[in-house]
């Protein structure tokens, strides 16, 4: 009804007897009939010389339906499969020149690709694994210095390969010591495990002994190494196995990372570190096991035959490690070109001769040993305080590269905490490791026995090794910095709010003045929540510090040889009290944390609403591809990037016409990596929309190297034709700060949210405040969407094409709002 009120047809139109016009799309190669009405202002060259025109929708966290995107329940998949696809209106199935009242439009859906069935939650579990492999891509953008770059990429590496150890030694550290070692070793606790019995005591029969009740609990970690094989086997077909678009060589730019026709296809790294996991997996079982019969064997009731075999396997054991540690360092991605080449023959063999290396151990741990009894920890308990210096070590290297790189870097392209977020980053990971073995091994320890700890009179097994109970001990100090945080940032809030709320009003100029103040106070606190994003480097900073101070102190513990509650026995009664509370409320949360986790994804994956709380987070850190930790959930942009790359190479090849690829939220960024892997030429015929963009905010400060000022910059000159729309009060979303070769800034903001203060004769309701959400409600998206149309190549000339019905119904009422404008902005859409 707007657009017919704006462009009544001649009065001297034939009656339209054959439907036209832009509800009914007319092929391109058929020419409209002549009788057909047009339009006095409709830029109509004739229908076979104008080509059809395209806008691809990507949605952003949480998923849209293709019938949401297309605001219409019915909707025809145009191509792709059950996880995602790409929709048209089933009214929209022919190619047609743009129309700014209905335009042609698909939709992307790839929500299918990070959300599913409630078991998709068990990802979560991996998520030390994912913020390790976060940690690689946040390296600084320090130009000039390859050697400083692999040495930060192969340090991330060695880093994701001690939590692989961890994992295991982990399951180990359950199974192998205090099921197998202690439980079973122990009358009183196989008393009240009575499943333990064939396993356990001197009438337990031929399994009873300690060696060959530990190969029977060792195929549990086995079990675990191999659903992780295949865990990633498995994702690895179905996601790094998406083959780019062809390309002519070398048309990319070197100082944007994204653009390198390899960046989206990582089958050959995955593989690689799919083998050396695999292979350090298997051998930590194999060094649980030699450590449990090495004291006896070499002991003065050991067999000499025996304990040259365990020799020689701990040899064989050491070697492996070696030789993955050496693979580790040669062999990283390969971006330069698509990497299609096979395995090389001895990283394919790690995998089958670790395997064959535990089959040996574990018949080695099998063998007889008469007279061997179990008491107290496993004597291979030490590797998790090994491992801790180990880390500690790693993340200290991975700072100082960090450091070098940031200081080389431009000053537009440095990132957060000066250059040290992937260290802080890594430092994380190692803690969330370390939460998440202490957590299940006191929880099966406590089960157990509840009295489990070392030099508990009352404790029927030792417990778990010392430095998880320090862990444990840590927990609580680490949370308490977490509230202060949080507390902090209430009170900034607040702050915030009453600075902000008297200002409110000055922008909607000309509404009616009575003032509101809860009104005010909502958009001021909308702004104030915004701001707050902008406060997480300092709050990483804080949490790694204190992860830091805690982690030194629970290994300065661990040495001691006792638990916190046995090291305070003797210190004044509340400092031993406290340290006994410390101890089990910590182990308490450890064990209770990851049940809390598997809750919250496994809602995740069901309620869309909260899963918009914690899908950010998600699916930043599965954007990235498995570059350092194979065993890291699955990367869907090597699924999503292909297929917006391919979908818009075939379809401006097939049909020579113009497409806008506008993107909400992470669909903003998957269309700008979906950009850069296109030609030259393709790239001449597509311009891109985002909107609620954390192009720069959120990527641009924690991954410099790819998202920086530098390549948004290399975006936009790869792409001329960019419009970013942001909101003030959007807690994701901001400005990318690009500006063109003309001076013509590629943000239009902030937009004015909510679009009206208060209630009005036109807007008797009061309006909505949007943040993140419904950008295209506000008019400057379709009238950026159209004009981008019209800046393209192979855009009909002519008057202004009728305006699309967001702006129409705005334009039909502008008349009579002439005493309620909008607020003003000046050339680039800014408001003041």
């Known amino acids: 009804m707007a657009t017919e009120s704006i462009t009544p047809p001649p009065d001297d139109a034939a009656p339209p007897e054959v439907p036209t016009g832009p509800d009914v799309p007319t092929p391109p190669d058929l020419p409209a009939p002549p009788e057909a009405p047009t339009p006095p202002d409709a830029p109509t060259p004739p229908a076979d010389t104008v080509p059809p025109a395209l806008e691809l929708l990507v949605h952003g966290v949480g998923g849209a339906t293709p019938q949401d995107m297309l605001h219409d329940p019915r909707t025809t998949r145009v191509t792709g499969d059950t996880t995602a696809s790409v929709h048209r209106r089933t009214d929209d199935q022919a190619d047609r ?54 040495a930060y990429e192969t340090l991330v590496r060695l880093l994701a390969l001690s939590l692989t150890v961890m994992l295991v030694a982990g399951a180990c550290a359950v199974c192998l010591d205090l099921v197998a070692w202690q439980c079973a070793g122990s009358a009183a606790c196989v008393d009240t495990a009575s499943w333990l019995g064939p396993l356990a005591g001197p009438d337990g029969g031929w399994w009873s002994e300690p060696g060959r009740r530990l190969a029977v609990a060792a195929l549990v970690p086995t079990a675990v190494v191999a659903l992780l094989w295949w865990l990633s086997r498995r994702t690895w077909s179905a996601y790094e196995s998406a083959s780019p678009p062809p390309r002519p060589r070398g048309d990319h730019q070197r100082e944007a990372a994204l653009s390198l026709p390899g960046f989206w296809y990582g089958r050959g790294i995955v593989g690689r570190l799919r083998a050396a996991h695999t292979t350090v997996g298997l051998l930590t079982v194999c060094a649980a096991l030699l450590a449990a019969t090495g004291p006896h064997d070499r002991g003065p009731r050991g067999a000499t035959a025996l304990a040259v075999t365990g020799w020689l396997l701990t040899g064989l054991v050491v070697a492996g490690l070696a030789a993955v540690a050496v693979q580790q360092t040669r062999h990283g991605r390969t971006e330069e070109e698509i990497d299609e080449q096979s395995l090389p023959a001895a990283i394919r063999a790690l995998s089958p001769a670790a395997l064959a290396l535990l089959a040996l151990t574990l ?71 370390g939460v998440f073995t202490g957590g299940v091994a006191q929880r099966v320890a406590d089960w157990l026995d509840p009295h489990a700890a070392p030099g508990d009179p009352d404790a029927t097994i030792a417990g778990p090794p010392v430095l998880l109970s320090w862990q444990a001990a840590a927990v609580p100090a680490w949370l308490l910095v977490v509230l202060v945080l949080a507390v902090a940032a209430l009170a900034r809030l607040a702050r915030r709010r009453r600075v902000l709320a008297p200002d409110v009003r000055v922008v909607y100029v000309g509404e009616p003045a009575e003032p509101l103040t809860e009104r005010s106070g909502r958009i001021a606190g909308a702004l104030a929540r915004a701001e707050l994003t902008d406060s997480a480097p300092v709050v990483v900073g804080w949490i790694t510090g204190a992860s830091l101070l805690l982690g030194l102190t629970a290994v300065t513990g661990s040495l001691t040889g006792e638990s916190p509650a046995q090291a305070a026995s003797d210190a004044p009664g509340p400092v031993a009290g406290l340290a006994d509370f410390c101890q ?55 699924r999503a990037v292909p297929d917006l790359s391919w979908r818009m190479g075939t379809w401006t090849e097939v049909t020579g016409g113009r497409l806008v690829i506008s993107g909400h939220s992470q669909g903003s960024v998957l269309a700008a990596a979906a950009v850069w892997q296109l030609d030259t030429a393709t790239r001449a015929r597509i311009a891109l929309l985002t909107h609620g963009s954390p192009l720069q905010r959120l990527y641009g400060r924690w991954f410099p190297a790819y998202f920086g000022a530098t390549a948004l910059r290399c975006l936009h000159r790869d792409l001329p034709h960019w ?45 909505p405040i949007l943040g993140h959400t419904d950008y295209e409600a506000d008019p400057a998206f379709a009238e950026e969407r159209a004009a981008l149309h019209r800046r393209l190549p192979g855009a009909p000339p002519g008057p202004r094409p009728t305006a699309p019905k967001a702006a129409a119904a705005h334009a039909a009422t502008e008349p009579l709002v002439r005493d309620v404008p909008v607020a003003p902005q000046d050339t680039a859409g800014n408001a003041p």
């Open 97 to 150: 020149p743009w129309d700014d009242a209905a335009p042609l439009r698909e939709a992307y859906s790839w929500s299918g690709l990070t959300s599913g069935n409630a078991a998709r939650a068990l990802w979560l579990l991996l998520l030390p694994f994912m913020v390790a492999n976060l940690a690689h891509w946040m390296r600084p953008a320090g130009h000039g210095r390859p050697r400083t770059r692999r």
């Open 363 to 433: 018949l080695h741990t099998a063998w007889s040993r008469p007279g061997w009894s179990t008491s107290g920890e496993h004597p291979g308990g030490g590797i998790f305080a090994a491992l801790a210096v180990l880390q500690g070590l790693l993340v200290v290297g991975v700072a100082l590269s960090a450091r070098r790189l940031h200081r080389h870097a431009p000053r537009a392209d440095r990132g957060a905490l000066a250059g040290l977020g992937g260290a802080a980053v890594a430092l994380l990971a190692c803690t969330l490791g």
């Open 584 to 638: 089990q409320f910590g182990s308490w949360l450890m064990g209770i944390g990851v049940l809390l986790l598997l809750a919250m994804g496994r809602r995740a994956y069901r309620d869309a609403s909260a899963r918009r709380t914690v899908g950010i987070l998600w699916d930043v850190g599965t954007f990235w591809p498995r570059a350092a930790h194979p065993f890291a959930p699955p990367c869907y942009a090597e």
């Open 723 to 767: 419009r970013n729309l942001w909101r003030a009060t959007d807690p994701i979303g901001g400005p990318v700060g690009v500006t063109g070769d003309d001076g013509t800034p590629v943000d239009r903001g902030p937009l004015t949210d909510p679009l009206h203060y208060g209630r009005s004769l036109l807007w008797p309701l009061p309006e």
